[in-house]
T-cell receptor, first 114, second 116 residues
Framework: GENVEQHPSTLSVQEGDSAVIKCTYS??????FPWYKQELGKRPQLIID?????GEKKDQRIAVTLNKTAKHFSLHITETQPEDSAVYFC?????????????FGRGTSLIVHP | GAVVSQHPSWVICKSGTSVKIECRSL??????MFWYRQFPKQSLMLMAT?????????EQGVEKDKFLINHASLTLSTLTVTSAHPEDSSFYIC????????????FGSGTRLTVV
């Protein structure tokens, strides 16, 4: 089965700095990689996703890169703000939905200090 | 689009009683529902996967007789925690996906269960 490793487990940055979270996966059949942001006691919210036919995707201050050869993908947050503080999860799946089971990373607790 | 509603958001029950949690997809047909359990500061632990009209597939170590899952329609799945005990206290969260892969996986708002 798929195995997703996520690092770091905790990331502390100053407001305005960039934050990078990295994930690796094991199943070469995976081709959908979503990132979720979860605030305390709330549901994970999809913030960005990428499919295997794309190497990079950007949405304002958030970007995701994918290296299929190396089987790793990363989340980049620029100009961090205190409201970016949350737990971020990466995931890998063979498809963007349907009955394919996504495998989640263990999460990264991002703390942005004002 | 792709909204999933989960109720209740929190519940307190006595040991030995049963609790039902509902998960509804509001604007799409959820052919598959996933049920997760999440402990504080930990990742999402998949409990079971259910496809509409079929029996749920439980992950190893999850008691199917204790965590009853029903997915009778394309918009509703329920998780019933039977004979709840304090160790069942946790955050339970559902996720839904449809055949339209533009939606990906959408999470419900979660249910905080406390068994006293």
């Amino acid at each position: 089965g798929e195995n997703v490793e996520q690092h770091p487990s905790t990331l502390s940055v100053q407001e305005g700095d960039s934050a990078v979270i990295k994930c690796t996966y094991s199943d070469s059949a995976s081709n959908y990689f979503p990132w979720y942001k979860q605030e305390l006691g709330k549901r994970p919210q999809l913030i960005i996703d990428i499919r295997s036919n794309v190497g990079e995707k950007k949405d304002q201050r958030i970007a995701v890169t994918l290296n299929k050869t190396a089987k790793h993908f990363s989340l980049h947050i620029t100009e961090t703000q205190p409201e970016d503080s949350a737990v971020y999860f990466c995931a890998a799946s063979q498809s963007a939905g349907g009955s394919y089971i996504p495998t989640f990373g263990r999460g990264t607790s991002l703390i942005v200090h004002p | 689009g792709a909204v999933v509603s989960q109720h209740p958001s929190w519940v307190i029950c006595k040991s030995g009683t049963s609790v039902k949690i509902e998960c509804r997809s509001l604007d799409f047909q959820a052919t598959t529902m996933f049920w997760y359990r999440q402990f504080p500061k930990q990742s999402l632990m998949l409990m079971a996967t259910s496809n509409e009209g079929s029996k749920a597939t439980y992950e190893q170590g999850v008691e199917k007789d204790k965590f009853l899952i029903n997915h009778a329609s394309l918009t509703l799945s329920t998780l019933t925690v039977t004979s709840a005990h304090p160790e069942d206290s946790s955050f339970y969260i559902c996720s839904a996906s449809g055949q339209n892969t533009n939606y990906g996986y959408t999470f419900g708002s979660g249910t905080r269960l406390t068994v006293v």
